[in-house]
């Protein structure tokens, strides 16, 4: 089973930035894609960004131009860069790895607040 770590969530005032990182336990140069969600209390869960196996991004309207997500492949790790954060960014980020296997791996989530 794949093991996914996510960290650099944390408490953020609105503008600011953070970088979440998510290692995984598995080569991802070639998975198929790997992506960012996110679920604010109340809310469903969303996509935010999406990176596919041919370095081909998405991203969802409300974090165009404000959100990255990047791969380094050498280290397996895959990374959400948030900037200009705002407070409706406020939600459980959770990274998201999908295979050609065909699997899907879950990262445990990790909190972003964005304080007005």
């Known amino acids: 089973q794949v093991q996914l770590g996510e960290s650099g969530g944390g408490l953020v005032q609105a503008g600011g930035s953070l970088r979440l990182s998510c290692a995984a336990s598995?080569?991802?140069?070639?998975?198929?894609?790997v992506g960012w969600y996110r679920q604010a209390p109340g809310k469903q869960r969303e996509l935010v960004a999406l990176?596919?196996?041919?370095?081909?991004?998405n991203y969802a309207d409300s974090v165009k131009g404000r959100f990255t997500i990047s791969r380094d492949n050498a280290k397996n790790t895959v990374y959400l860069q948030m900037s200009s954060l705002k407070p409706e960014d406020t939600a459980v980020y959770y990274c998201?790895?999908?295979?050609?296997?065909?699997?899907?791996?879950w990262g445990q989530g990790t909190q972003v607040t964005v304080s007005s």
């Open positions: 998201k790895l999908d295979t050609w296997a065909p699997y899907v791996y």
């Open positions: 598995t080569r991802i140069a070639s998975i198929k894609a």
């Open positions: 990176s596919t196996s041919g370095s081909s991004t």
